[in-house]
Each structure stands twice: as C-alpha cells, then as structure tokens.
C-alpha cells in the first residue's frame, strides 16, 4: 500500500429538490457577483435554469449567464468567460450542467485568478495558484467534476483536448438531484455511466497492492454502476437507479477509490482524449470503444491483477492461469459495454480514422514523443498508435 | 433512499513518516500560534511528541502545549485549555492523540471562539458559531474523531458524558500515520476496532432502504476491520492490517457510510456513553458488552435488515424466517467480540452496577425522561433501563 492524501471540501446536497437550495448554499461565501454557466439549451428548456436563478434572486445575489459550452468544452468560450467575469467582477461561477460546463467552470475560474495564459495550465507549462469558486448544480452524472480536482479543455486550434488538476478548483459545493439526470437521452446515460466505471477501473488497474478496503470499495462501486446501467436501460426514469449512478460518479473520481495506490493508470483516458479533441465523440463511448483493446495490451504485466478484476467485478469463475481469468475478464466488460450499446471499437464508435489520422493521434498523446504514459505498462507513440490500430 | 448532505473538509496526509510533514502543512495556515494538545506520556516516551515539535520549529512556528487529556475527556481540562488558548493568544490547535485529544481539542476550540459556557454546546442549549481551526496527528484507530463534526467531553461534576457535531469543529487536516498505533495495547486496539465497526453499525441498522452503493461500502468496512482486528491480535505490528483498521476508522465516522440512510440508530452509542461516564470504561469495549442487547431487545422491528446484516456482514447463511436469520448474525457479532477479546456483557466489561446505579445511567440517558433514543425501535428510559438489565 502506498502513502496518499485525500482531500474532498466540496459539501455534496444531495436528493429531490436540492436545486432549491443553491442561492441559500452561495450566500455563505459572500460572493458579489455570480457568473451562471451553462451549456445548451436543455436546461433552458426544462425549466432548471429559471429556478435556478429564482433561489438566486430571493437570495439576494446578483447573477449574470454564460451559456454555449458544448461537449469536449472549447478553450475559446473559457477566454470569453474569463473576459466576462473581469469586466462584471465576477467573484463566484455557478456551473449547472454536466462534466463539461463544470470543466469550463474551472477552467475561466483560473483564468480570471493567474496572470497570463489560462491553456499554459493544460499544457503543464505552469500551476495555478487560485481559482475562482466554483458551484456546481449537476445534471449529468459522468465525469466526476463536481468533486473532482480536474478540468479538461478542448483547443479548436489543433483540436487538442488537455487536462489539468489542481485542489484549487475542487468545488465549494455540488447539488445534485437525481431527478434532474432522468431526460438525458440513453446514449448519454450510457456513456456516463462508462465515464463513472472507468474512473475507478484506471484506479484499480495499477501496479501495487492497493489497500483491502480501497479495491473493496471500488470492485462494488463498480458492481453497482453496471448495475443500475442496466436497470437504467428499461426504466429511465427510475429514482433509486439514477442516484446510485450519480452518487457513484463522485465518489469514483473524488479520490476515494486511489486511496493507497499508485495513482492508477489513466492511459485510456489519454488515448480517450485524442478521439474526443478530433472526432468529438461522447468520452464514455469512446473509452469504452478502447479500453480492451488497452487491456489486452498490457494484460500480459499484471495478470494477476486483472484476474482479481474479472472474479471480483466481472463474476468469473477464477479456471486455468491468471492469464485465462484475465482475459475472460476483459470480454465480460466488453460483453457488458454491449448489453448497454456502448461501442467496443472505433467503428461501432462511428468513427474510422483514416492512417495518417491514427498516427497524428497517436503523436498528439506521446506529446510528439515527450512524454509516456500508463503504469501497468509504460505506453509510448507506437504502442499507443497500436492500441488504436487494434481498436478500430 | 434519503436525501443526504456529505461534507469532508479535512485533508488527510496518511501513510509512513507524514507526521514529519505537520510544520508544512500548518504552515498554510497563517496562523501566529498553536496550542499542541496531547494525554498521558505515551507520546512524550515515543519520541513523537518530539518529533512534532521539531516539524513545527523547523517550520517557524510559535506554539504552547496541554497535556494530560484522559480517555473519556474530561472538562475541566477543556476550560483550562480555553483560559490558556485566549491569555496565549492561540489560534490553531494541533492534537496530537487519540479520539479523547482530538475531542478535547474541538471543545476547546468551540471555547475560545465562542462567548458564554462551552458545556451549553454539550447539553443542546445552543449551537457554537465557530471553532478554532483544529489539526490532528491520529495515534490511536478508533473514534473517527481525526475526520468527524463529533466530539464527546465528560463532566467531572456527576459524571455526564454528552457529543456534541458540528461541521465547524472538523479538522483542516489530519495527519495518519498507521505505525503510530503499533504500540497501543491489544486491549485498546481491540476497543478501537469495535468503535469503528459501531460507527457504520448504527448507521447501518436504520429504519429506511439505504442506498445500495452505501450499504456495500459499509458492508466491506465492517467486514475489512473484522478481519485485520484479527491479524492484529496476532501480529499486532502488521503495517497493512494497522493501515486497513486506521483508514476504515476515518471512513466510518466522517459520513460516508450515512448517504442516504435516516442518519442511522445512535443508541448503542448513547447507552454506553452512561458507562464511559460513570464506570470510565474504554469506549469499544462498552459499545461490545451492551450491542447484542440492545440487538435483541429491538430486531423484531427490523428483522429483515438484520438479516441483511447477518448474511453480507457475518456469513450467515439466510435460513427459516428473517427473524432467525436475524439472531444468528446478533449472534456471530457477539462470536467476534470474545474471539477478539472484547466482551459482550457489563460482567465481562469489569463493572457490576448496582440497581441504584442502573436507574441513574437509564434516567441520565434519557434526560430523566426528556428524550428517545434510537430509530429502529424509539426507547424511553424503561426501555434503557431493561437493556442495561439485559446485558448485566
């Protein structure tokens, strides 16, 4: 087991008809001047925006919106909220929506508190010393951000898509009705719950012995997003199935599962990222388009450590060599990423890159060769670029 | 499932050697000095005190100390620690100890900031307002204090032992290191397991359906303490099991295992504070020798979560009714206790009350009849009474 710290600050309200709280929950920063962020116009047209900005104006606070953010959230609308926010003395950014307003969130929080270049950040080149607070009202549950220390940003110059962490930009506080999650399209559902899934797996899939009751936690939280996946499948609207998948999206990426690891191995994240920057494909389908191929790729470093995965998570029968369970493992994900239509290659993904495509892909995530990356097998440009060529 | 609020702020530094990192970390702070809060010699004869305060030198900070917390702290030395922190001007409290250090560390906290008499705090006249920012080196697995709003202080003056929660009280930090706890005595360790395992217990055994995610979380910390307490009473310098009980102690206490439960069941707790604060009995073994009691007196309320409780908690297999299901995991918990040493009845605990005496704790527990204890079946003070009988 490894030393490691753990830090979560973000007060979590959770339940039917929190929302209602969130101008009760700013007023105790005693921010002036709030920026509303927020995506497209589904928030709008449910309703959740105007109630939203209700508890805001019985509490008093002032408020002014950014809408726009898309999915794989664009670096040229965090400049113009960090523009915005300079101008109007934005002191507290609410983000209502998914992962990617959150990121967006985050990333104009930065922005508005560093000198210089808020995408020096994602490029590594520099930390950050502050950020804005940042609120979150959450209506997708998928990416974590509303616990979670990261942040990750698309450039359309290049179409580069970065990550960056830091515990200034953990939220201040998240609400989350499982209510507000019910409409997401199927599609989405599904995708996030890979997102929630994946979040621990590159956690548990790592290089040292984690702590007993770390993987303990991690192989049922698991267990329970695949599970309620499936209930989601039929009954989307079902209460209980939607908080335990929003519940399990937080605790899946507040650090809570790596404790006393090594950190894990984020390589498909990474790979992921290239596919989201250029082809803008939903992140959990399109980890899952890739992560068996990844998993075969390295299996053969642990497999004594994917065989725990398949008898533990995935209910395999422990028969023949570690190797065998593990591998039977690996097919009972993919078996189950198909039981929620979720992709397994890049063609059912819908993409099919053209040959100089991988390859750029594959050089964008070594960062043209300076860096590498996973742990349980250390991935450079052309095992990377063959990761992508088996996943297609 | 219900709705739930979830808000850890404390940063946990845990693993070898990160008691040396307590300088840094107050550091960050700002503060002009602290008050180092500790009990009897073991800390001073360990060298760790020591230790702690050469990190804190090395890090250019001005700092007093109190020693001379006892278990089942006591408040005189609460108001002590007030006069000192104001005539010093203390602002921040380091302790340095167990659940009693850290408890008597937030009581005095409360203390300094607030007007009026601390003690109002304990018996519910009033909420505090503030509290002293508070940082914790942990030494003993048990009470959850280190990441908790609790905090238990007994007065001297008729042996009254009251909590008192508040999220203001929670530590900014805490510092973990397992190998701090090797040397406590079997019988404290043993204490500590069961008060760690109670606090998801009473969370656990609720009147409402949990959510799934939370119910098997609690389900494997519970399990997880049971089997390193265990390897513990063999190799009681086995770093990973003092890791696996230590961070399972920090888990149980600071909510995570409550999401969506009713707030959970706190008599057993209650019932043995009477104990603590009369007989002064170390606080697990308490909670051991009067649980299989209060589980008897009250199952036929919930026999079915106490059957879940036997079959996914204890291995009990699910056999005939609920109910009998239900006795046999009462049953196997109060197996554990003795295979761990720990007792299952007031005689084993070492204390013989007279009937005088078990009036009085049942009219203390009660508010001599103002209040109810418990959930899964509300108990007056006849009810307290007849379970203090029962586990004689």
Known sequence: MNNFEYYTPTKVVFGKGTELETGALIQG?????????????????????????????????????????????HLSLVYEGIELCKKEGVDFILAVGGGSVIDSAKA??????????????????????????????????????????????????GWIKRGYSSNFSRPKFSVMNPELTMTLPEYQTMSGCVDIMMHTMERYLNRVDNMELTDGISEHLIRTVMKNAQI?????????????????????????????????????????????????VAHGAGLAAVWGSWARYVVSERPERFAQFAINIMGVEASGSDMETALKGIEAMENFYRSVNMPTSLKELGVEPTEDQLKEMAEKCSYWGKRTIGCVKVLDGEDIYRIYQDAK
């Open 232 to 280: 989601l499948l039929n009954e989307p609207k079902n209460y209980e199935a939607r908080a335990e998948v929003m519940w399990a999206g937080s605790l899946s990426h507040n650090g809570l599962t790596g404790c006393g690891t090594d950190g894990g191995d984020w390589a498909t994240h990474q790979i992921e990222h290239e596919l989201g920057g250029m082809f803008d």
């Open 108 to 157: 104009i929080g930065y922005g508005v508190t560093n000198p210089g270049d808020v995408w020096d950040f994602y490029e590594k080149k520099r930390e950050a010393e502050a950020c804005l607070p940042v609120g979150t009202v959450l209506t997708i549950a998928a990416a974590g951000s509303e616990m979670s220390d990261s942040s990750v940003i698309t450039k359309e110059d």
């Open 29 to 73: 920063y005693g921010c002036k001047k709030v920026l509303v962020h927020y995506g497209g116009g589904s928030v709008k047209r449910s309703g959740l925006l105007d109630r939203i900005c209700q508890s805001l104006e019985s509490s008093g606070i002032a408020y002014i919106t950014l809408g726009g953010v898309v999915p794989n959230p």
